[in-house]
């Protein structure tokens, strides 16, 4: 699988982590993902990751890890502005976006461009 596969994967992961900062996954949020999903290229791949972790419940803290990983490894790329945005949707599926959820949508807007300025900063070192 290529990074930009993978990322798909972390999409998934992502809105799972998302859809439960507020404690439960409720029906309203799966719904809009389902809605949101309709169309894109991805959509099976990304509804599958979501699935996969409701079941697993793996770990939070090493999931965002290796969400953030898996997006460092592909780098910027447009389709973070459709993810950013199907967040969003889905927290605001069941009453409004909560102070959790909205923490876990800021933090990886701000982790994944702390990450991306670390390695602009590290590819400049080289070149000195």
């Not at 993978?6 to 996954?25: N, S, T």
């Not at 490894?73 to 967040?87: A, T």
């Not at 701000?110 to 080289?126: A, G, M, P, V, W």
Request: charged share 35%.
């Amino acid at each position: 699988m290529t990074p930009k596969e993978r990322i798909y994967d972390a999409f998934g992961e992502l809105l799972y982590l998302v859809a439960k900062a507020d404690g439960l996954i409720q029906p309203e949020e799966v719904e809009s993902l389902e809605k949101i999903l309709k169309g894109h290229p991805r959509a099976r791949q990304i509804k599958w990751s979501f699935d996969y972790e409701r079941t697993h419940r793996n770990d939070p803290e090493d999931l965002y890890l290796k969400i953030i990983d898996r997006c460092r490894e592909n780098g910027p790329d447009p389709e973070y502005q459709f993810l950013i945005e199907i967040l969003e949707e889905v927290a605001r599926a069941s009453a409004g976006i909560d102070r959790n959820e909205k923490g876990v949508i800021e933090g990886f807007v701000h982790d994944l461009t702390e990450r991306f300025k670390k390695d602009i900063q590290s590819i400049n070192e080289l070149k000195n």
